[in-house]
């Protein structure tokens, strides 16, 4: 079964920090970009960082400096490493899988279910 859970939401301070974790199941995962997108009630879904199978790294501008992608092959996981928190970041986070391949998108995608960071003292 192909799926993708995330853990580490909570609730923080602002100025704090969590670790989220994407973890991936099904799927031959060191092939896949994943990406970690936001977002909030009434609001499209936003990239937030994205990481490839080659390990080349984006982020959004507004966590650039704050926010740590990586991922552990061995373990089928990313991580989204979030300091200084802001309550702007309150949001669902959600983990993206992606990657090229034969028939009408160009592309295999799998979602995660989210889970739910809040930033507010």
């Known amino acids: 079964q192909v799926q993708l859970v995330e853990s580490g939401g909570g609730l923080v301070q602002p100025g704090g920090s969590l670790r989220l974790s994407c973890a991936a199941s099904?799927?031959?995962?060191?092939?896949?970009?994943v990406a970690w997108y936001r977002q909030v009630p009434g609001k499209q879904r936003e990239l937030v960082a994205r990481i490839t199978s080659a390990g080349r790294i984006n982020y959004y501008d507004s966590v650039k400096g704050r926010f740590t992608i990586s991922r552990d092959n061995a373990v089928n996981t990313v991580y989204l490493q979030m300091n200084s928190l802001k309550p702007e970041d309150t949001a669902v986070y959600y983990c993206?899988?992606?990657?090229?391949?034969?028939?009408?998108?160009?592309?295999?995608?799998?979602w995660g279910q989210g889970t739910l960071v809040t930033v507010s003292s």
């Open positions: 099904g799927i031959v995962f060191d092939l896949y970009a």
């Open positions: 993206n899988a992606r990657k090229e391949a034969p028939g009408p998108t160009g592309y295999l995608e799998v």
